[in-house]
């Protein structure tokens, strides 16, 4: 308990010093903002479009995918807002031999890349990912209850941690590779298949957000728990399953690669 405390208020350290650095480019931060929510707003308009052609798409409607869309950007969204440094490991940490600082400091590495970076950009993801789900709610395409309400912070947060769990592994093959940032950006073009049902694709693709890049556990699973009451363990303990097992392994590759890890050095 007097560990955890400690981090907490380690990690509250850092993310203020982070915040003040930040705060000196108030004009990059809005920048930055407002290119996520744009990006946001063309990914809405072409959902409109296809829709204005195809009024129902494997038997989902527009209100229903809107809420996929939505639900699908709240996980990610926490994982660009929390992790986003593991990035910088798979792309210059390991090529630059800057990872060395960490293995120097008498804390845990992983939690010292996490919190060395937030990644304020991706409260533009979240804000539209809260506004679809509140207009899914509000025009009755979701029933809200406690129970439903409960389970869908637990499938946010699980969501979360298979997002965090698909770039940590990505970005540890860097120890191997040395640059895993190609690896990592096509893996993240992928995600974006997962603010759709996965009916919709071919079976290949299917497969690949089922199995290799998970992608389809953290919305069009547990959205069918909320949109068609779809049963609850199929759906949210899958996704929960999911993610406990794709952390354990992320997690091990990583150490694994830290263990085999050479400073670039000169």
């Not at 869309?69 to 031999?97: C, E, S």
């Not at 097992?245 to 990583?254: E, G, M, N």
Request: glycine share 6%; with cysteine; proline share 3%.
């Amino acid at each position: 308990m007097k560990k955890l405390s400690r981090y907490l208020n380690l990690y509250r350290v850092f993310v203020i010093q982070y915040v003040k650095t930040t705060m000196q480019s108030k004009t990059d931060f809005f920048i930055g903002l407002s290119g996520f929510l744009i990006s946001q707003a063309a990914g809405l308009a072409f959902l409109y479009l296809v829709f204005e052609q195809i009024p129902s798409m494997q038997e989902w409607t527009l209100e229903q995918m809107l809420f996929i869309y939505g639900f699908a950007q709240l996980p990610r969204g926490i994982d660009h807002l929390l992790t986003d440094n593991i990035w910088m490991v798979g792309w210059q940490m390991v090529i630059k031999g800057t990872f060395d600082k960490y293995i120097l400091r008498p804390m845990n590495i992983f939690f010292q890349i996490v919190c060395e970076k937030v990644q304020f950009d991706a409260l533009g993801e979240i804000l539209v990912g809260l506004v679809l789900v509140g207009r899914a709610v509000a025009k009755g395409t979701v029933q809200v209850t406690p129970l439903k309400l409960l389970v869908f912070i637990v499938s946010v947060t699980a969501g979360a941690v298979i997002y965090t769990s698909v770039k940590l592994i990505l970005a540890s093959i860097a120890f191997w590779l040395k640059d895993s940032s190609a690896i990592m950006t096509t893996a993240y073009e992928v995600a974006d298949f997962a603010k759709y049902p996965i009916e919709i694709y071919a079976k290949p693709i299917q497969a690949v957000l089922m199995t290799i890049l998970p992608f389809a556990f953290v919305a069009y699973i547990p959205s069918t728990f909320f949109l068609i009451d779809a049963n609850l363990w199929k759906t949210i303990g899958a996704e929960c399953a999911v993610a406990v097992v794709i952390w354990i392994i992320a997690y091990k590759i990583f150490q694994r690669g830290i263990s085999v890890y050479e400073s670039a050095g000169n």
